[in-house]
């Protein structure tokens, strides 16, 4: 069984930063990915970030050159910078691994992101 569960929301003001991160059940290496994902209310779950096995980072165009993906050990860490009122949004961390050619994805309960003044 996966375990995600994710820290490090709240409430911050425009152009503040907040840090969170995720402890997963095993060795973040053992899943062929990693990410974060939000949702707003009224709007559909996007990827904001992820990172493969091997390193490799991906981010949505929005939050490129302020947010910030990285991995130690255990946990996932997503380091958001100069964050903007449309960062407001439920974060959840992801975790995937294929498997017969099926990705097979895992979540964690969420933690809410509030930017506002």
């Known amino acids: 069984q996966v375990r995600l569960v994710e820290s490090g929301g709240g409430l911050v003001q425009p152009g503040g930063s907040l840090r969170l991160s995720c402890a997963t059940s095993?060795?973040?290496?053992?899943?062929?990915?990693m990410g974060w994902y939000r949702q707003a209310p009224g709007k559909e779950r996007e990827l904001v970030a992820d990172i493969t096995s091997g390193g490799r980072t991906n981010y949505l165009e929005a939050v490129k050159g302020r947010f910030t993906i990285s991995r130690d050990g255990a946990k996932v860490y997503l380091q958001m910078n100069s964050l903007k009122p449309e960062d407001t949004a439920v974060y959840y961390c992801?975790?995937?691994?294929?498997?017969?050619?099926?990705?097979?994805?895992?979540w964690g309960q969420g933690t809410q992101v509030t930017v506002s003044s």
């Open positions: 095993r060795s973040v290496l053992n899943f062929d990915g």
């Open positions: 992801n975790a995937y691994f294929y498997y017969d050619f099926t990705r097979r994805d895992y």
